[in-house]
């Protein structure tokens, strides 16, 4: 017979594998899992995703340690390069990208940004990562347009001010003076 906690970890574990991972999103069409897989040689999924990122996974079970991270992010490749000055400039599809030198990190201009490809670990025994993450972005830059990004929030107006366009009428409802003191009386609006 089995024990409470033993009928407990069961139930645990049965509700957990039928608990359907959360749908990736949109932002996840900008590349596939296979073909990350084919670049890097090394089996992914979708693990986390938002509306301006897409994280792929290998199942490290299988003794593989590889995490791609694919985002739209602010800023300028050319304001990059004041911080990274080690990266060697390369070109993606027709645009300006900065390469890390252990080829981790792709940053690629865009009109509205920079895309930017994240390795961490290493691609299969043969397979050149500098090679892999540049095809990947080139495979990736055309699929951008047709991905909904998030409008960013318009900048808060200024705090309103008043205008100093008085109110005869509500001014006229208040005495000329107090206790024989003459008031001064403004309204603002």
């Given at each position: 017979?089995?024990?409470?906690?033993?009928?407990?970890?069961?139930?645990?574990?049965?509700?957990?594998?039928?608990?359907?991972?959360?749908?990736?999103?949109?932002?996840?069409?900008?590349?596939?899992?296979?073909?990350?897989?084919?670049?890097?040689?090394?089996?992914?999924?979708?693990?986390?995703?938002?509306?301006?990122?897409?994280?792929?996974?290998?199942?490290?079970?299988?003794?593989?340690?590889?995490?791609?991270?694919?985002?739209?992010?602010?800023?300028?490749?050319?304001?990059?390069?004041?911080?990274?000055?080690?990266?060697?400039?390369?070109?993606?599809?027709g645009r300006p990208a900065i390469l890390a030198p252990d080829a981790s990190l792709l940053f690629t201009g865009l009109d509205d940004?920079?895309?930017?490809?994240?390795?961490?670990?290493?691609?299969?025994?043969?397979?050149?990562?500098?090679?892999?993450?540049?095809?990947?972005?080139?495979?990736?830059?055309?699929?951008?347009?047709?991905?909904?990004?998030?409008?960013?929030?318009?900048?808060?107006?200024?705090?309103?001010?008043?205008?100093?366009?008085?109110?005869?009428?509500?001014?006229?409802?208040?005495?000329?003076?107090?206790?024989?003191?003459?008031?001064?009386?403004?309204?603002?609006?």
């Amino acid at each position: 017979p089995m024990d409470t906690v033993t009928e407990a970890a069961m139930a645990i574990a049965l509700a957990q594998e039928e608990t359907p991972a959360p749908s990736p999103s949109p932002f996840c069409a900008v590349l596939t899992a296979e073909e990350i897989t084919t670049a890097l040689g090394i089996e992914v999924a979708v693990s986390e995703s938002t509306d301006v990122d897409c994280t792929y996974q290998a199942d490290f079970e299988s003794g593989a340690f590889l995490l791609v991270n694919v985002r739209h992010e602010d800023g300028s490749v050319e304001d990059l390069k004041e911080f990274f000055t080690d990266y060697t400039d390369v070109t993606v599809a027709g645009r300006p990208a900065i390469l890390a030198p252990d080829a981790s990190l792709l940053f690629t201009g865009l009109d509205d940004g920079m895309f930017t490809i994240q390795l961490v670990g290493a691609p299969a025994e043969g397979i050149d990562p500098a090679a892999a993450i540049t095809s990947l972005a080139e495979t990736a830059l055309p699929r951008l347009a047709s991905i909904p990004l998030p409008t960013p929030e318009p900048e808060p107006s200024a705090f309103p001010m008043p205008s100093f366009v008085g109110d005869p009428e509500l001014v006229s409802l208040f005495p000329a003076t107090l206790g024989g003191a003459p008031l001064e009386i403004q309204s603002l609006t």
